[in-house]
């Protein structure tokens, strides 16, 4: 089995010239261009450096903003048999300094590598905190310099420690082996029809498992071209996307749903005038729950443009997995189905037709390859048949080996057996699932379930209610999760509210009786409050998923600052009480950060 290393020095030996990676800058003009060639030999030349300190299988901590520089990095990383931790420096908040530390000290880490202007900040931050005097180096490529020694690596080697995003719950060091990735690299090659010639694009983080194995090392495994660009550059300007996908033709790019409706969203027509995007045959969505109206909403707004909804693939995945799971068939458009949400609410898919006062969309995430879905029973571990809510399942070669250093979280994880199925052990996603005609449709996660009177209430389907209220609530993120309301559950809602411009008390009321009343029509639950808060105040992991148990945390210890509260007042229905932030809170509060 071949692994990156020999892959990537293989392509520098038989299309030297070719290009491997082009950046882009904010503006969206090019930055920087490497070829294989380039590639290979700083990779090679780092490596070497590295391969003088430090052994086969130490660690090392990448802290890189979104470049190239990380691209070589991690290569120069694997060339020299160490492994890579990449990871998330989006501020200095202490939140976000004790996800590094915690990563860091789980992961056993022997270094840090990150960007020279980085480095005396990096430093200082190590010597104040619990990693002491771990060194922090650059990854200059000075010459001459020590000789490469290729590295001998075995299928079950560390390629890499993928921490997870969080988002119910600590970040867990998933054991990517070599053998993992190249198994997935080859499952996405073949779902996604791509070859060498093909351009790759994109914007997601470099540390996340979409952008890193989905987007920069697919690329590299085919010995094709890729086009970035940071998230970011992405957020401020989505326009930049399109204009990248037209001039370099690219050909297969995508990212999670609210990509495609912040581009409806934010671009407009003079900023995109000319431009062609018929060249775009795979466009992939993923990473987060895939909505069917955003979908046709995107393809309705660009399809002057030569945007084909047919391009849309859907498609399902998550690091334990390595990356991907299950999906479509370049061309095809994806299927959808319009069932009953209260069946749903009980575990059973019921069809109904279009337009029916309780019909559902949701998004199929087509079939796997060279994997097995099981669909399961989670509290008795039977297989379910089609048509029936379970959690995913997912046994096969991309499956990693764990999670690093938790044998007892890996083998609850990765070890589960189906009842009366000895011999096989599957990997438990936490994803809620049914199969139909063989295709995966996701429906939720076990741990985000609003469960009341039997019922399961996906809270994604709170938050997309409520977020269409009113126009102030579109730019903000919306949480919903489950409390006790003494003889049953009851469900609160925080909404991120924009306040451009100044909200009056009363447009604070208003909107909150909006959002109680609509959530409680339309899926029948008591509502324990209603908690309007200020744009970026709802916590999300470094790959933008809503952490709504950390949201509750807050919630609990009156944290969250709202700019306008009403909450039940002694679990009587309609007995209301309001809390808000004095004057003096307000003026303390900073404005939030802009955030990918």
Known sequence: METIVEICNNHARTRPEKTALIMLDERGEEAERLSYSTLDEKARCIAARLQLRYEVGNRALMLFRPGLEFIVAFLACQYAGMVPVPVSLSSRKPHHLRRIEHISMDAGIALVITASDWQADIHEWLKDSPLGDLECLVPHCAKPGPEWVVPTLAADDLAFLQYTSGSTGNPKGVMVTHANLIHNEQVIKYKYQHDADVVVGGWLPFYHDMGLIGLILQTIYLGASLVLMAPVSFVKRPANWLRA?????????????????????????????????SCWRICFNGAEPVKYSSMRAFADRFSKYGFRYESFYPCYGLAEATLFVSGGTPGVAARQMCINRDELELNRVVPVVEGHPLAYTVVSSGRPHDLEVAIVDPSTDSRLGERQVGEVWVHGCSVASGYWQDPDKTNDTFRASVAGELGTHY?????????????????????????????????????????????????????????DGGTSEAVVIVQEVNTRGGVERETLVSLSEAVRREVANNFDVTVASVVLTSLGTIPRTTSGKIQRGKTKALWAKAALEPLYESRLAGGQAHSWQSLELSTEQRRRRRKPPVSA
């Open 427 to 483: 990997m438990r996603t936490g994803d809620l699932g049914f199969l139909d005609g063989s295709e995966l449709y996701i429906t939720g996660r076990i741990k985000d379930l609003v469960i009341i009177n039997g019922r399961n209430i996906y809270p994604q389907d709170i938050e997309y209610l409520t977020s269409r209220i009113n126009s102030r609530f579109a730019a903000g993120l919306s949480a919903a999760f489950a409390v």
């Open 245 to 277: 996908i037209n001039r370099y033709r690219i050909s297969s790019s995508g990212g999670p749903n609210f990509g495609f409706e912040h581009c409806v969203a934010r671009i407009r027509d003079e900023e995109i005038e000319g431009i062609d995007l």
